[in-house]
């Protein structure tokens, strides 16, 4: 039996994903397919919004889940392709009169390794197994870059330094804000780069002012959390099945897809 799904996608996002398609299929001189482009297109839209299984959307279209998934890879490494450079993105952010951008962390959930692969993708700070992102979104909250994923053990701080996310910042002339997470980052305490607030403590209580800087900072990073809730309405990323290496592709394609329906 075969049922029908709405896809709430705009059109110029699956022409944009067919057109993708078709100029590779003439660049590597493969003019045909079981499926058209845009048939195609729409299959692993679908896989993409709804995660259903490989197997149920190829049964009913006629097709195997091995060539699904991967006509699936093939597009999503067409989408990542087009991702953002970190130092583009900035530099693009800079040219446009931005003057800072929004640095925020998230965890995408994955299934449970067993063995010795267990413990790396394990995340203390929420308990449960993941993949590290960091991403940047301007100051409407529009996701501009995401950065590759890194097991689930690894710290913001840590990963925001293994990008150099710093020194790309002041080599754009930009600040960031980001949350208490990202608290001690900065290299030069005295000139920070990026804004974090103040943290309180048993025997380090907040002043007034420090209290009020750090509402400030929490109301200028709201539109952070709009380009990411954009990002997780793909229920692919509910739960990962794949590589950090495929993870990274898929989410960086994700951004690019987020974007073209936000500026559709």
């Known amino acids: 039996m075969v049922y029908q ?8 996002t699956l022409t944009t994903c067919a057109d993708l398609l078709r100029a590779h299929l003439r660049k590597i001189r493969s003019p045909w397919r079981l499926l058209p482009p845009g048939k195609i297109a729409l299959i692993v839209l679908a896989y993409l919004r709804h995660d259903q299984r490989l197997a149920d959307l190829a049964g009913g279209n006629q097709i195997s889940a ?10 999503i490494d067409l989408l990542a392709a087009r991702a953002p450079r970190l130092d583009r993105a900035l530099k693009k952010i800079k040219a446009a009169g931005g003057a800072y951008v929004l640095l925020d962390g998230t965890l995408v959930r994955t299934t449970r390794r067993s063995g010795p692969d267990n413990r790396p993708n394990y995340n203390g700070k929420h308990k449960t197994h ?11 909250g529009n996701l501009v870059w995401i950065s590759k994923a890194r ?36 290299h030069d305490s ?45 229920r692919i990323l509910a739960r990962l099945r794949m590589s950090p290496a495929r993870a990274t592709k898929l989410l960086r ?12």
């Open 253 to 264: 394609a994700l951004l690019v897809l987020t974007n073209l329906e936000n500026h559709r």
């Open 66 to 75: 091995c060539t699904l998934r991967r006509w699936a890879n093939e597009l």
């Open 130 to 140: 993941g993949l590290l992102f960091l991403a940047l979104t301007d100051e409407r």
């Open 151 to 186: 097991r689930g053990a690894h710290s913001e701080i840590k990963a925001t330094r293994h990008d150099k996310i710093e020194r790309h910042l002041k080599s754009a002339d930009l600040g960031a804000l980001a949350d208490l997470g990202f608290l001690g980052v900065n």
């Open 5 to 12: 799904s709405r896809l709430p996608l705009s059109t110029s």
């Open 190 to 234: 005295e000139d920070p780069i990026i804004i974090t607030g103040y943290k309180s403590s048993k025997n380090n209580k907040l002043t007034a002012g420090q209290k009020q800087a750090n509402q400030l900072i929490a109301a200028t990073r709201a539109p952070n959390e709009h380009g990411f809730a954009g990002l997780k309405s793909w």
